[in-house]
């Protein structure tokens, strides 16, 4: 895979090689890399002119494979493939870097599980990627509970309507 910046928007292509693996290869070896690579990283963003540093841990791991949580799909098949190829080829951390805040909401569904307390601050994040000259917003959702930061979950949503497509110039 390779990254290249235009502008704002960082823009991805696929490696050549990806297809010589199939789906289930590249999630078993993201899996791995997850284990192995991204879990206790941290990861740098902007909150109120402030720098802060969420960890990828377990619940990041959790959720980047759940393409459905609770019976709810979470998103479309098209952008989870997209985000497993982008961890695959070794660029999780490029993509879940260099976000802008968006805003901040309190827990909204307090009691359901120990991710969900009432305590808890939702910070999201968000970027314009273009993945092979498809325009996503990427959406990074990062836990505040005790000062300490975690990222829950990244979602990617395709742009289809030319008027809200950034220029990437």
């Given at each position: 895979m390779s990254i290249r910046k235009v502008g704002e928007i960082e823009i991805y292509e696929t490696d050549k090689h990806i297809n010589e693996y199939s789906r289930k290869e590249r999630e078993k070896y993201v899996?791995?890399?997850?284990?192995?690579?991204?879990?206790?990283?941290?990861?740098?963003?902007?909150?109120?002119?402030?720098?802060?540093?969420?960890?990828?841990?377990?619940?990041?791991?959790?959720?980047?494979?759940?393409?459905?949580?609770?019976?709810?799909?979470?998103?479309k098949r098209k952008a989870f493939n997209i985000e497993h190829d982008i961890a695959f080829s070794g660029d999780?951390?490029?993509?879940?870097?260099?976000?802008?805040?968006?805003?901040?909401?309190?827990e909204f569904k307090a009691g359901q599980n120990k991710n969900h307390r009432e305590d808890n601050l939702w910070h999201n994040f968000t970027k314009t990627i273009i993945f092979n000259n498809i325009y996503f917003n990427l959406t990074i959702n990062v836990r505040e509970r005790n000062n300490k930061f975690f990222i829950h979950n990244t979602k990617l949503k395709e742009i289809k309507k030319e008027a809200d497509k950034p220029s990437n110039k």
């Open positions: 899996n791995e890399l997850f284990k192995e690579e991204y879990i206790g990283k941290e990861i740098s963003y902007l909150l109120n002119d402030k720098e802060i540093k969420a960890l990828i841990n377990q619940t990041t791991r959790k959720n980047f494979n759940a393409l459905s949580h609770h019976g709810i799909r979470t998103e999780y951390i490029s993509f879940v870097s260099n976000a802008k805040y968006s805003n901040t909401n309190k």
